[in-house]
Nanobody, 128 residues
Framework: VQLQASGGGLVQAGGSLRLSCAASGRTFSRHVMGWFRQAPGKQRDLVAA???????NYADSVKGRFTISRDKAKNTVYLQMNNLKPEDTAVYHC???????????????????????WGQGTQVTVSS
C-alpha cells in the first residue's frame, strides 16, 4: 500500500495550492481519507477529513479556506487551499484510515488516525 502526496510548495500569503494524494495497492473507497499537518516542534493535527459518502470535517483554523474532496474511481484525495496564511506552513500528510466504522454523522468526531496508512508528506511554506 502506498499513498503518494504531491502539490506542496512555496506560496505567498493569500495564495492557493492544491494537494493531491493518490493511493495504490488497495482501494480506500469505503474509508475515511484525510489530511494532517505538522509544523516544526508541534504535534500532527487534522486539517480535513472526508468519508466515502462525501461528508467532511475541518479544523476550525481552515474552515472557509480549505476544501477536501475525493475521486473514489482514482483512489485519490485532494486538498484545495485558498487564502493561505503563514501559520499554514507545515508538512502535510495524507492518510487513509483503516477503521471502516466512521460514518457521515460521526466524522465530526474524527481528529486522529491511530490506525491508518500514511503518505510521505509534502511541504507547504507560506511567506508573509
Amino acid at each position: 500500500v502506498q499513498l503518494q502526496a504531491s502539490g506542496g510548495g512555496l506560496v505567498q500569503a493569500g495564495g492557493s495550492l492544491r494537494l493531491s494524494c493518490a493511493a495504490s495497492g488497495r482501494t480506500f473507497s469505503r474509508h475515511v481519507m484525510g489530511w494532517f499537518r505538522q509544523a516544526p516542534g508541534k504535534q500532527r493535527d487534522l486539517v480535513a477529513a472526508i468519508t466515502s459518502g462525501g461528508s467532511t470535517n475541518y479544523a476550525d483554523s481552515v474552515k472557509g479556506r480549505f476544501t477536501i474532496s475525493r475521486d473514489k474511481a482514482k483512489n485519490t484525495v485532494y486538498l484545495q487551499m485558498n487564502n493561505l496564511k503563514p501559520e499554514d506552513t507545515a508538512v502535510y500528510h495524507c492518510a487513509a484510515d483503516l477503521d471502516i466504522n466512521w460514518s457521515d454523522s460521526s466524522i465530526i468526531n474524527f481528529t486522529r488516525a491511530p490506525d491508518a496508512a500514511w503518505g510521505q508528506g509534502t511541504q507547504v511554506t507560506v511567506s508573509s
